[in-house]
């Protein structure tokens, strides 16, 4: 049974970092490319950023609005993929999801229950 746990979201001040960690489990973590999306409510969920599989050499790409400021990167050993977020903005306030797709999939098969992220001005 595949799982995606979240944890690391809160409560923090404009300018601040919080560290997002999701741990996997029920498949091979290292064959899966890792995403995090978030979604704030009424609007539809969008994409962060991503982590290719070992395959792929574990680039990175994320989207224009947290670059420079958000790192994901991923222990394999650990199975687990993290978010570092500085430099936090109110606009970056949402529910974070971490999801998983195979390999060099643009679909992505699996998602974590999400974390709440607040970001207060």
């Known amino acids: 049974q595949v799982q995606l746990v979240e944890s690391g979201g809160g409560l923090v001040q404009a300018g601040g970092s919080l560290r997002l960690s999701c741990v996997a489990s029920?498949?091979?973590?290292?064959?899966?490319?890792m995403g995090w999306f978030r979604q704030v409510p009424g609007k539809e969920r969008e994409f962060v950023a991503r982590i290719n599989w070992n395959g792929g050499g574990g680039s990175t790409s994320y989207a224009d609005s947290v670059k420079g400021r958000f790192t994901v990167s991923r222990d394999n050993a650990k199975n687990t993929v993290y978010l570092q977020m500085n430099s936090l903005k109110p606009e970056d306030t949402a529910v974070y999801y971490c999801a998983g797709a195979w390999a060099n999939a643009r679909n992505y098969d699996y998602w974590g229950q999400g974390t709440q992220v607040t970001v207060s001005s």
């Open positions: 029920g498949f091979t973590f290292s064959a899966i490319s």
